[in-house]
């Protein structure tokens, strides 16, 4: 069975009864870029289709249907841990605030209210399933050079930022893990200012994420994790780079 973590970063699930509701999501998913759209009539084959293997990159779920409801699905897809990471944005007529407590609280990314607004569509699919490919990350020397420091202070920086990440990495899932308030807010602020840093030091590819994870709408711990995992990653590569070039 296919894990989680191989998921086609182009294909989108749309589960929906309602096929009219289904063909307009559908057709808004395509006006959107090159995505390769599939679909589901309820949440039961919904999740047929994740356990046989269809890894989306990200979900777009109806509240309301027969045999399993978009919250049940929501349920069982973040109690499994094979796809625990799973983008699932929630969608529905009603746009009560209890309606949309109850799918953050469940673990959705997003909630989006009928009729679609293709703004909203596109701005879950750029956030959630963004490009083929991350932007490349500025040559040391280059950022070097922009700055107007040296090679000492640009190691300096990286090591600065290192530092930041990595106790970002303990500190925001336990933020997220609140899922709302004062909790949500200072994880978002933590977000920007590690966004900040990334790009100041052209780490393209990793401000890039963190900007998608702080403009989320609920964003995912797992999510979270992965996006700050790669982003020190990234810093690590750089802080070789230069270390490389002052030889």
Not at 146 to 157: C, H, K, Q, S, T
Request: with cysteine.
């Amino acid at each position: 069975m296919k894990q989680y973590f191989e998921e086609d970063a182009r294909r989108v699930l749309i589960i929906d009864d309602d096929v009219v509701s289904r063909m307009v999501l559908m057709h808004l998913v395509d006006g959107a870029g090159a995505f390769d759209v599939l679909e589901a009539e309820d949440g039961e084959e919904g999740w047929t289709r994740l356990l046989d293997g269809a890894a989306p990159a990200i979900v777009f779920c109806d509240l309301r249907m027969p045999r399993l409801s978009g919250m049940e699905l929501l349920a069982r897809v973040r109690a499994d841990a094979r796809f625990a990471g799973l983008p699932f944005v929630l969608v529905s007529a009603a746009g009560d605030a209890a309606s949309m407590e109850q799918a953050l609280g469940l673990g959705a990314d997003g909630y989006i209210v009928k009729p679609f607004d293709h703004a909203r569509v596109g701005e879950h699919l750029a956030r959630l399933a963004p490009s083929d490919a991350a932007p490349a990350a500025e040559d040391p020397q280059a950022t070097a050079r922009r700055l107007g420091i040296d090679n000492a202070r640009l190691l300096l920086y990286l090591g600065g930022l290192q530092r930041q990440l990595a106790g970002a990495a303990a500190d925001i899932p336990q933020l997220l893990a609140g899922g709302q308030g004062a909790a949500l807010a200072q994880a978002r602020a933590q977000l920007a200012r590690l966004r900040e840093g990334c790009a100041t030091l052209g780490l393209h590819g990793a401000a890039q994420a963190l900007a998608a994870l702080e403009g989320a709408d609920a964003p995912g711990v797992d999510r979270a994790v992965r996006a700050l995992d790669a982003a020190l990653a990234a810093v690590l590569r750089q802080t070789a780079a230069a270390g490389g070039a002052a030889h």
